[in-house]
């Protein structure tokens, strides 16, 4: 199909025409995804038989700002573009290069925030064309979710500009020169912003106006004398529409309206302990980066209750026989809101026998021993394995999914062997490592967390 029409809403709603080899998809659904299986002759008689998609917004439009959701279905994303080449014109014929991006690879999450694409800077265009240059790795189809155009008429700007006669009465007093999101958390963002005041101009009142809400329609304001504001209490994962102006006496001039998007709420998926002979260490993985402290919350065998913050994510524990028979679940508060882990149960006896057989491998019934480290892994892994006999294996890793990431086969020995495995190019998450025998049919299995 050539042909669809897509509703592109951001500051603006418009009804903008796209063409290219597609299907028709609906892009608030993350799953759901548009996909090109074909090449056909690009706009771009240069570019030639290729995977693209045009967008037409109906009239000359100035364009600034966008916002790119990559192909999402976690079945799908090698179809996801990767490098990307955007181009621009006012009537189609004659195009102008904008320049190449690199999109990033999505996840296969159920909440995908997206990533900011490219930044028009005001450009004056009836049509936006994007080509794949390349995906990330299928063979035939490439594709993305969505994308989002701030869109403007042709005769606005981002902020009037400043006249240079002194004499004209219409002259405004200041134009934003840039405003920008410094801090982004679940709960909190800092925001701030510089306008270029009018040459020479004295004013007896300057002061600031930032309004900002879930819904550009429905926003709450506050005055301010300085050109900064601290949101707090904010709602994870969550659209925020913001604008700011600058009040010179009685002349208001305002900015466009933006957006952020707060961070999702993360859970502690991996949690890992080391025994010795007079403690424990445990730690775990760093959902996303500056927690200020974790929650630790131990119930012992007796029922006993123990709670405590700790900054770091990790934990020593030496009252061995307090903790013996105990669960522990670490916490991370997200606005009023406190995500604890799945608890893990210390069993001392278990662990000790655990620790015995890390250290002295090969005394087992079973045809193979295995050790995986490091874990968490940023990009290769070493396998630590003892065999019973010369034996071939098949190596596979999954996701939570069951979908299969690697697959390999490998000769073992006799004894101990090590090898390394590379996780290069897979997204974070859990993974499950299997290792069987060819012949034997005796599997053995590790959890893998990825963490870049």
Known sequence: MKKIYAFIILLLVSSSFCTAQCFDPDASIWKDTWASCEQSPNPIQAYGMSHWIQYDFGSIRNLSKSWIWNTNDPDKLNQGFNQVSIDYSEDGIDWIHWGEMTFPKAQGVAVYGGFP???????KARYILLTALSNYGHSSCSGLAEIKFNLKTEETDISPPIEDDDDDPD????????????????????IFWEYEFSDEEEFEEVYYLFEY???????ESEELDEAEIFLEDLLPNTTYYYNVSIICDDVLISSDTEIFITPDCGKIEYIDIEFEEDEIYIFWDLPYEDIEYFLVQIVNADGEEESFEVEENELFIDELEWIDGSEISIGIECGETIIWSDPIFIDLEELSRLSTSMLIPLIS?????????????SEIFNVLMHSNKNEQIRISIVDVYSKKVFESNKTVSKGQNEFEISMDGIVNGIYFLTIV?????YPVSERIVKLN
């Open 117 to 123: 694409g490219p930044d028009l800077q005001n450009i």
């Open 365 to 377: 019934e079973n045809e193979f021993q295995l050790q995986v480290y490091p874990n968490p892994v």
């Open 213 to 219: 809400g879930t819904s550009p329609d429905e926003m």
């Open 437 to 441: 025998g060819v012949e034997s049919k």
């Open 171 to 190: 002259e405004v007093c200041a134009s934003l020169e840039f405003i920008e999101v410094e801090y982004l958390a679940q709960t909190e963002a800092f």
